[in-house]
């Protein structure tokens, strides 16, 4: 199965918006693939505001989230992976959801995972 966290992250921000709150996201900067300003994180993570007045052209798909939002007077392109996103959860009140950190995949996209644990070998 595909996983949930990219259906959760979308379910979140419609919801924080519909309670007219205000959506943040906690991003891990580890990644080569998270794309931000330089100086904008601290200690390998990032909180961005999803508010659709702070940012234009958001997208969220089950493998990132981007969009474009202004750093000191200057548009910048933000591209984050769904693998180094943290957490989503409200300004106002803190509610949302933490996700655990996963580890950097080393599949390409599309390839399947095979599952870990025991494998058989044939041995003649």
Not at 21 to 26: D, R
């Amino acid at each position: 199965m595909t996983s949930s966290k990219p259906y959760l992250v979308r379910a979140l921000y419609d919801w924080i918006l519909d309670n007219d709150n205000t959506p943040y996201i906690l991003v891990d900067t580890g990644s080569d693939q998270v794309l931000i300003p330089e100086g904008i994180s601290s200690d390998g993570k990032v909180v961005l505001n999803l508010a659709p007045a702070a940012i234009q052209d958001l997208e969220m798909t089950n493998e990132h989230i981007s969009f474009s939002a202004r750093f000191n007077g200057v548009e910048e392109q933000i591209y984050c992976p769904i693998s180094s996103l943290l957490a989503i959860y409200a300004r106002e009140n803190g509610e949302g959801m933490m996700f655990p950190a996963e580890e950097a995949d080393a599949e390409s996209p599309g390839e399947e995972a095979r599952p870990k644990g025991p494998t058989l070998k044939v041995i003649k």
